[in-house]
C-alpha cells in the first residue's frame, strides 16, 4: 500500500472530490502499489499503459483514473470512454456500477451512458440507444465492439477515444483470441489512450504486449492480500502462500471433496465465509446445487427470508427460490435479470454463505469471497478426447476471487484436490502461483483462409495488400518475426493461397 498521491498525479477534482478513492482514518489517500505505479506513469494524463497485477490489487480503479481524467479533459470536445469486458456478466456489473457512481461526477444524462453486449445495445433508462458511439461512455464485450466496429470506419476516427481493455489476456485464448487481436489491431494506432488490464501475464508476454500496444509496462508481482493455496490428496495437504515461492509444505491428509470441504469449512463460522464453488460445467453446477440443498436440509439450515416471486417462473428461478432463504444460490450465464439481480445483490450485502458458479464468475466481477473451492480444474479436449488441465491463468483468476481487498485484514483460501498420484502431480503445477504459461500466437497461417474472408466481409480490408498489411501488423506477426525473419514472406506466400482458394469457391471477387 502507498499513502497519498504522486506528484503530478493528474486525477481530476470531479474524482478527487467524488469519494470515490479510498482514505485512511486519517484522511490521506491510500492507493495499491499498481493504482500508484499507474499514475506515476501517467495513466491520468493521457499515457497508455498496461498494468499487470495480482487479483485484489485494484487494477479496475487503474481505468477509473483514466477514464475521469479523460472525461474531465475533453468531454466538452467530444471525448469518449469505451470499457471493454471479457463477459456479458462483467459488462453489466459495470455499466451498473458507472451508471450510478461515475456518470454523476461528470453529470451524464441516462442516454450518454451505453451497454453493449450480445444481448442488447441499451442507455441508461433501459432504452435501445440510437448511436452507441456517441456515448461518451460505452461499455462492451470485446466481441460485441468488434461486431459494432466492424465497417464502420470509426476506428479511423478514434482519436477522441480512451479505451479500457478489462482482462486483455484474451488476446491469447484459444478460442477467443483471435478476435480480440483483431479488434486491438485495429484499434492500437488510432484511439487516444489504451488502458490494458490483466492480472495473469507473464512478463515477457506482457513486455512484448505492451511494446505493442505502445503502452508503459506497470508489472507488479506482490498481491495486496495474502492468498493460501491449499491442495488435498488421497495421501497428503499441500499448502503454499502468495508470500512465499520456496514450495509448498507437506500437512497431514484433510478431508476432500467438495460437499464435505464445505461441511468442515460451515463449522468453522463465518471465518471461511462467504465460499464460491467454481465448476468447468453447468452441468456439475446445478448436480452440486441440488445436492448441498439435501446438506442444508440435513445440516437444519433455517430459512433467513420469504423470498418474492420472480416475474417470470423458469427452471432457474424455481430452484433459486429454494435456494436463497438458506443463503446459498448458484451462478451462471443462464440467469435471466431477475435471477441473476436476486443472486447478486446478496453477493454484494454478502447474505450469501455459498455460491456454485461456472467461471463466468471468476472473469472479473468484482464480489468478495474469503474461500474458493475449486469442484473441478479440467476440461474436456474434443480435439485430444480427454480432460485437460485448465491454463495457469485460468485457475489463478478463479483463484484470485478469494482474499479480496474489502476483507483487508483476512487472508484468502483457495481450496482443490486431485484423487490419485498421477492427478495429484498434474495439479502441483498450480502450486507454483508465480508460475504463468506464455500464450501461442492465435492467427497463424493455418487459419488465413477464415480470417481472410471475415476481414473481407466486414470491410475491415479490400485489397489482397490490405489484408497483407492487416495481418502484418497483428500481434501474432510481430511475436513471429520475433523468431523467424522470413516470417513476411511464409505470411505472403500463405496469403496468396488462401484468397486463391476463396476466389475459386466464389467467396471474394
Not at 468442515?264 to 445436492?291: H, N, S, W
Not at 451462478?331 to 450485502?349: F, G, M
Amino acid at each position: 500500500m502507498k499513502f497519498g498521491l504522486p506528484e503530478g498525479h493528474g486525477l481530476p477534482p470531479e474524482l478527487l472530490a467524488s469519494g470515490l478513492l479510498h482514505r485512511d482514518e486519517f484522511g490521506e489517500y491510500q492507493l495499491t502499489d499498481v493504482q500508484y505505479a499507474a499514475l506515476e506513469a501517467g495513466v491520468a494524463s493521457g499515457t497508455s499503459i498496461l498494468a499487470v497485477a495480482p487479483t485484489s490489487s485494484g487494477k479496475t480503479d487503474v481505468g477509473l483514473f483514466a477514464a475521469a481524467s479523460w472525461l474531465h479533459r475533453g468531454l466538452a470536445d467530444g471525448a469518449r470512454v469505451a470499457f471493454l469486458t471479457s463477459h456479458r456478466a462483467l459488462a453489466r456489473q459495470k455499466f451498473e456500477e458507472l451508471r450510478r457512481r461515475f456518470a454523476p461526477l461528470f453529470t451524464l444524462a441516462p442516454t450518454e451512458i451505453v451497454l453493449a453486449t450480445g444481448d442488447d445495445v441499451i442507455d441508461g433508462n433501459g432504452d435501445a440507444a440510437v448511436d452507441a458511439f456517441a456515448a461518451p461512455v460505452l461499455i462492451a464485450t470485446y466481441e460485441k465492439y468488434l461486431n459494432m466496429l466492424a465497417g464502420s470506419g470509426l476506428h479511423l476516427g478514434a482519436a477522441n477515444t480512451c479505451l479500457i481493455a478489462d482482462e486483455i489476456q484474451l488476446i491469447g485464448d484459444v478460442t477467443r483470441g483471435q478476435n480480440v487481436e483483431i479488434l486491438m489491431t485495429l484499434l492500437r494506432q488510432s484511439v487516444g489512450q489504451i488502458v490494458g488490464l490483466s492480472a495473469v501475464l507473464e512478463r515477457h508476454y506482457a513486455t512484448q504486449l505492451s511494446e505493442w500496444l505502445g503502452a508503459e509496462l506497470v508489472f507488479e508481482t506482490e498481491r495486496e492480500i495474502e492468498l493460501f493455496y491449499e491442495l488435498r490428496t488421497s495421501e497428503a495437504t499441500y499448502e503454499t502462500s502468495t508470500r512465499s515461492q520456496d514450495g509448498p509444505e507437506r500437512l497431514e491428509k484433510r478431508v476432500s471433496g467438495t460437499l464435505e470441504i464445505l461441511k468442515e469449512l460451515l463449522r468453522e463460522g463465518a471465518t471461511y465465509e462467504p465460499i464460491a464453488v467454481f465448476c468447468m460445467t453447468k452441468k456439475q453446477v446445478f448436480d452440486l446445487a441440488e445436492a448441498w440443498a439435501v446438506e442444508a436440509g440435513r445440516l437444519g439450515a433455517t430459512r433467513t427470508e420469504d423470498l418474492p416471486l420472480f416475474r417470470e417462473p423458469t427452471t432457474s428461478s424455481e430452484e433459486l427460490g429454494r435456494y436463497l432463504p438458506h443463503r446459498f444460490a448458484y451462478h451462471t450465464a443462464d440467469l435471466n435479470e431477475d435471477e441473476r439481480v436476486a443472486v447478486e445483490t446478496r453477493l454484494d450485502s454478502s447474505t450469501l454463505r455459498v455460491v456454485f458458479a461456472t467461471t463466468t464468475l471468476a472473469a472479473g466481477l468484482n464480489y468478495s469471497f474469503r474461500t474458493v473451492i475449486i469442484h473441478s480444474w479440467r476440461r474436456w479436449d474434443s480435439r485430444t478426447r480427454s480432460y485437460v488441465p485448465i491454463q495457469r491463468s485460468e485457475f489463478h483468476n478463479m483463484a484470485g476471487r478469494a482474499g479480496r481487498l474489502s476483507h483487508v485484514d483476512t487472508p484468502g483460501r483457495v481450496i482443490y484436490f486431485a484423487a490419485d498420484g498421477q492427478e495429484a502431480r498434474a495439479a502441483g503445477r498450480y502450486l507454483s502461483w508465480w508460475e504463468l504459461d506464455e500464450f501461442a500466437p492465435r492467427i497463424d497461417p493455418v487459419s488465413f483462409s477464415p480470417l481472410a474472408l471475415q476481414l473481407f466481409a466486414a470491410n475491415v480490408v479490400d485489397t489482397d495488400d490490405s489484408l497483407c498489411a492487416f495481418l502484418q501488423n497483428t500481434f501474432s506477426a510481430e511475436r513471429e518475426l520475433e523468431r523467424n525473419p522470413s516470417q513476411p514472406q511464409i505470411w505472403r506466400q500463405a496469403v496468396t493461397q488462401s484468397l486463391s482458394e476463396l476466389r475459386n469457391w466464389g467467396f471474394v471477387a
